[in-house]
C-alpha cells in the first residue's frame, strides 16, 4: 500500500486545513485508517481513525468537535478536515492503514502502512 499524504501548511489561529491522503495499491474499502500526529520533541499520538465502512470514527479528547474524519470510495482518499485550529495542534501529520481490521486502532504499533507526513503549522 502507498500513501500519500497532502494539504498541509501554516495558518493562524481560527482557521482551517484539509489534509488528504491518497492510497493505492490494495483494495481501498477495505482497509482501515488513521491519522495521527507529532509535534516537536514529543511522541507521535493518534488523532482520529475511521473504520473500512467510513460509518465509525474515533477522535481523540484534544481534537473533537473540531476535527472531521472522512472517506471517498471513489478517490481512494481519505481526509482530514481541520477547523478552529489552536497552535497546539502544530505537528507533522502522518496517515497510516491496518490491514485485517475493519476499526481502526489507536494504537500506532498495529499500523502497517505509513504516509510520508505533511507539516502543519498554526500561528498564534
Known amino acids: 500500500v502507498q500513501l500519500q499524504a497532502s494539504g498541509g501548511g501554516l495558518v493562524q489561529a481560527g482557521g482551517s486545513l484539509r489534509l488528504s491522503c491518497a492510497a493505492s495499491?490494495?483494495?481501498?474499502?477495505?482497509?482501515?485508517m488513521g491519522w495521527f500526529r507529532q509535534a516537536p520533541g514529543k511522541e507521535r499520538e493518534f488523532v482520529t481513525g475511521?473504520?473500512?465502512?467510513?460509518?465509525?470514527?474515533y477522535y481523540a479528547d484534544s481534537v473533537k468537535g473540531r476535527f472531521t474524519i472522512f472517506r471517498d470510495g471513489y478517490k481512494n482518499t481519505m481526509y482530514l478536515q481541520m477547523n478552529s485550529l489552536k497552535p497546539e495542534d502544530t505537528a507533522v501529520y502522518y496517515c497510516?492503514?491496518?490491514?485485517?481490521?475493519?476499526?481502526?486502532?489507536?494504537?500506532?504499533?498495529?499500523?502497517?502502512?505509513w504516509g510520508q507526513g505533511t507539516q502543519v503549522t498554526v500561528s498564534s
Open positions: 495499491g490494495r483494495t481501498f474499502s477495505t482497509l482501515a
Open positions: 497510516a492503514v491496518v490491514l485485517g481490521k475493519v476499526l481502526p486502532p489507536q494504537d500506532e504499533d498495529e499500523y502497517d502502512y
Open positions: 475511521i473504520s473500512w465502512s467510513g460509518g465509525t470514527t
